[in-house]
């Protein structure tokens, strides 16, 4: 064997090596101490009973908070907002409290399971969080012996806080007793992308191994959910915890079409490499997210049940993550948009002719598209046209600006609408209340969504629960899950029209899938080959959409035949995406997660081999 051999079984026997090093001592830190049951009784024992008592346990804090919340009457006192300091409360300060801190048999009918939920951005208000804590609510009322455990990096609000924001943003309660906050603050930066200045989303990889590392370090569950998207968790809980796994994705972080954007997508394309140093660096593109990209299948091959939220995602799993021979499940689970608490008394003829694009002003939204469109429907069938008439649609943007970007995108907008003299056809409503936004959708004839392959839309949901018909465009969630007929299970037939029962669609030719080969001489159609059924589809630009609605097709949008879309869309909203809905899928992934803990138990155990 040569030297360089020696150097790289070397090399490998030392990673072997540290690795093992590293699993070993995470699974010296989450596993119980002996003589815990013991060092509670005697600190117990010193207390009057009327203050908490702190328990000393050293290195073995997850463990040991762990078996105490087990056994306590008040498991929520045992977050970590204030310290890390573990201390037993008045009310657990008794002998039978002492005698829970046992292993109970896992086939024990009342055995306690701790459902962690990874969910750094607990506390942020998204639509994110309205499905984290939707699935809290429903974990905890599918059994009184689940607790829930909560990681999160929001360490500026307490538990108490973001209960209440919860019960006032969403209208969800939830039982607070059962549920742990367990507070990440050591790597919480290198999760977001703003901290990385390069290769991006490998340090988000590497940080969010990082966060997990600190997070089982605090408390390891008995069962791993996944709310935000945050893959590379699942590594560590595989390795060391061998616990189930369950993800909700709301869009897979990498994907076979981002190769299509490189000028080398696959190793068959090298043969065009000529040795520049500008191909040299597109030849380490590829190696980067070829790298990336298997990774991240691997990463989905450690996950026992897949939630996707709509067919986008789900497809997109399907071909990366899904392999059914592991014995892994992938479902479809739309997410909880509360549309049973929608108004519904909407009168007829009561709405103004406008549309109200409700979004965040960021780029990706492509306000600015949907001015231009509406500027050349102006000029085009309203030449001179000053001021806005009963018979001219109206646009009202309604949306926040959450950070400097926002704003900067918006201040865009406005200066793009003043230079192009909408002023009088175009409103703004920025950074308004709850109330204004209901608003707006109850005034308003149509509800308008410009994102390119936007993964879910729960805009869109929001526009056909409040009874604003949505003229979206034709991709993704909205063409896929939302704006479909009633009753319409047909993957293929979807979208296949510009309109059907509840809404209407348009294409753009600035999207990024737009294939020029298959382009006809129009400016007013855009065609493309639907991935579900694979037919070239044509659709109408935005522009050319409201020219066919509002001049050459005017019975689409007569007061009557409105009525009846709205009324359609309603329905068809509310029995998809109500919170009922989706609790009744979410308890069943629980109660087959608990199940799924046994098993793994077991394995652990290695009784089922032994049988």
Sequence with gaps: MDSKSKVVVFAIFLSAGIGYL?????????????????????????????????????????????????????????????????????????????????PINYEHAERRILYGFFHPYANNGGGGERVLWQAVKCTLAQSERNIVVIYTTNVEANPESIVEKVQSKFKISVDSERIV????????????????????????????????????????????????????????IYLILKIPILTYTHYPIIQQDMFDKLKFPNIKQLKKFNGSIHDMKHVGKLVYWSGLYYFYRYLGSLVDIILANGTWTFNHLKEIWYNPKLGHQLHILYPP????????????????????YLAQFRPEKRHELIVDEYNQFLKKNYP????????????????????????????????????????????FAVDVSYEEVIYWLHKCQFGLNAMWNEHFGIGVVEYMANGAIPIVHASAGPLLDIVTNPGDTDSEEKGSEWYNEVG???????????????????????????????????????????????????????????????????????????????????????EHLAALETKYRKDRRGESKSK
């Design 181 to 236: 906050f367990i507070y990440l603050s050591r790597f919480s930066l290198l999760i977001d992308s703003n901290y990385w200045k390069h290769f991006t989303l490998l340090g988000q990889l590497v940080g969010t191994m990082l966060l997990t590392w600190e997070a089982i370090n605090e408390l390891s569950p008995d069962i791993w959910i996944d709310t935000m998207g945050l893959p590379s968790s699942y590594l560590l």
């Design 22 to 102: 590293f699993i070993a001592l995470l699974q010296y830190l989450t596993s119980p101490s002996k003589d815990l049951k013991n060092d509670v009784r005697t600190s117990i024992s010193k207390s009057d009973g009327s203050n908490p008592v702190l328990l000393n346990v050293g290195d073995k804090r997850s463990s040991s908070r762990r078996a105490l919340i087990l056994a306590s009457n008040d498991p929520s006192h045992y977050s970590n907002h204030n310290n890390n300091n573990i201390t037993i409360p008045p009310s657990d300060q008794n002998e039978r409290f002492v005698d829970q801190i046992v």
């Design 337 to 356: 948009c509360g549309t049973e608490e929608e108004d519904t008394a909407l009168e007829s003829g009561s709405r103004e002719n406008k549309m109200v």
């Design 504 to 590: 209407f669609f348009f294409k753009c030719f600035d999207d990024p899938d737009l294939d020029p080969s298959i382009q006809s001489d129009s400016q007013s159609y855009v065609k493309f080959i639907s991935k579900e059924s694979g037919k070239v589809v044509e659709y109408p630009t935005f522009s050319q959409l409201l020219t066919n609605l509002y001049l050459t097709s005017p019975d689409l949008v007569k007061e009557e035949r409105l009525d009846q879309v709205r009324a359609k869309g309603r329905l068809s909203v509310k029995e998809r995406f109500s919170n009922s809905a989706f609790d009744t899928k979410w308890k069943s992934f629980a």
């Design 384 to 427: 001179g046209v000053d001021k806005p008439s009963l018979s001219i649609p109206t646009i009202v943007f309604v949306g926040s600006c959450r950070t400097s970007d926002d704003t900067a995108t918006l201040t865009k907008l406005k200066e793009k609408v003043d230079k192009l003299n909408l002023t009088e056809f175009v409103e």
